[in-house]
Nanobody
Framework: DVQLQASGGGLVQAGGSLRLSCAAS????????IAWFRQAPGKEREGVSC????????KAADSVKGRFTISSDNAKNTVYLQMNRLQPEDTAVYFC???????????????????WGQGTDVTVSS
């Protein structure tokens, strides 16, 4: 069975950092695009960042560029999202997703992803 296990969320003060992990199993990890999405209360789900596990190419939303860094450890089948200088507007449930043939130009479209993990809550207090 395909599984994506997201973890690492929590409560942090503005300006703080968190590292989210997405542990994957059940598919050929090094041939997928893995993305982080988030959904804040009352808002639509939005793409945060993605990485191609085959060549390490990455994309990020403008709102997180310079603060969030996505990385992949293919030996551990795990993708990380290092989140620095967190702001209250980063508060959301964060989800990881995986898709086998996602064009990086379409990475923000959630329909491109076949598999989704459960969310992990991130709360940033002001």
């Amino acid at each position: 069975d395909v599984q994506l296990q997201a973890s690492g969320g929590g409560l942090v003060q503005a300006g703080g950092s968190l590292r989210l992990s997405c542990a994957a199993s059940g598919f050929t990890f090094d041939d997928y695009t893995i993305a982080w999405f988030r959904q804040a209360p009352g808002k639509e789900r939005e793409g945060v960042s993605c990485i191609s596990t085959s060549d390490g190419s990455t994309k990020a939303a403008d709102s997180v560029k310079g603060r969030f860094t996505i990385s992949s450890d293919n030996a551990k089948n795990t993708v990380y999202l290092q989140m620095n200088r967190l702001q209250p507007e980063d508060t959301a449930v964060y989800f990881c997703a995986a898709g086998p043939h996602v064009l990086l130009s379409l990475w923000v479209l959630d329909v491109e992803y076949d598999y989704w993990g459960q969310g992990t809550d991130v709360t940033v207090s002001s």
